[in-house]
């Protein structure tokens, strides 16, 4: 099935750091991933969707220059949490879709990131 | 992202009881999910509704996509232990998901 593979799955660093998450598409080409973030006991909120070989589309009132979010290639899209700061904590998820298809989203396993 | 509105926020029942949880929207969606979320892990997908009055089993979880298009229900049957986690919702128009605010699931042995 289709399988996606988020890293790292916790990062715990100093205000200002910059952090990356990998998402990865194992089994399957994703021309379309997405990234959304998640508080503690609340729903998952799309960030933005990042479409490979294409900037990325943000949702409203979501900042790029502090969310980058990188798509090189048909399985891996990148976010990088830029400077962050501890109102960046949070869980941050990223789902795929299979290109070609209409399947459903199939999500990684999540990153937990919390700044100091 | 577009509202859903997901019902119970909670739920805590009797090892065997039988479960349920719905979502309605305002706005219409070509297709409904539902999906669980473990602590610390990302959501799974439990089924997937593509057509409006579609009635889908898998195992114990049986699903349907409202006639209207704006709702869903999950009910399942004879809840076990495993059955505990959160229960997401969600309507999908082209490739955007809009989530529920999720169902939180409790058995008690």
């Known amino acids: 099935g289709a399988v996606v593979s988020q890293h790292p799955s916790r990062v715990i660093c100093k205000s200002g750091t910059s952090v990356k998450i990998e998402c990865r598409s194992l089994d399957f080409q994703a021309t379309t991933m997405f990234w959304y973030r998640q508080f503690p006991k609340q729903s998952l909120m799309l960030m933005a969707t990042?479409?490979?070989?294409?900037?990325?589309?943000?949702e409203q009132g979501v900042e790029k220059d502090k969310f980058l979010i990188n798509h090189a290639s048909l399985t891996l899209s990148t976010l990088t949490v830029t400077s962050a700061h501890p109102e960046d904590s949070s869980f941050y998820i990223c789902s795929a879709i299979r290109q070609n298809s209409n399947q459903p989203q199939h999500f990684g396993d999540g990153t937990r990131l919390s700044i100091l | 992202g577009q509202q859903l509105n997901q019902s119970p926020q909670s739920m805590f029942i009797q090892e065997g009881e039988d479960v349920s949880m719905n979502c309605t929207s305002s706005s219409i969606f070509n297709t409904w999910l539902w999906y669980k979320q473990d602590p610390g892990e990302g959501p799974v997908l439990l089924i997937a509704?593509?057509?409006?009055?579609e009635l889908t089993s898998n195992g114990r979880l049986t699903a349907q996509f409202g006639i209207t298009r704006k709702d869903s229900f999950l009910n399942i049957s004879a809840s076990i232990p495993s059955d505990v986690g959160i229960y997401f919702c969600a309507g999908q128009l082209s490739y955007k998901l809009s989530f529920g605010a999720g169902t939180t699931v409790t058995v008690r042995a």
């Open positions: 990042s479409n490979e070989g294409s900037k990325a589309t943000y």
């Open positions: 509704l593509y057509k409006a009055g």
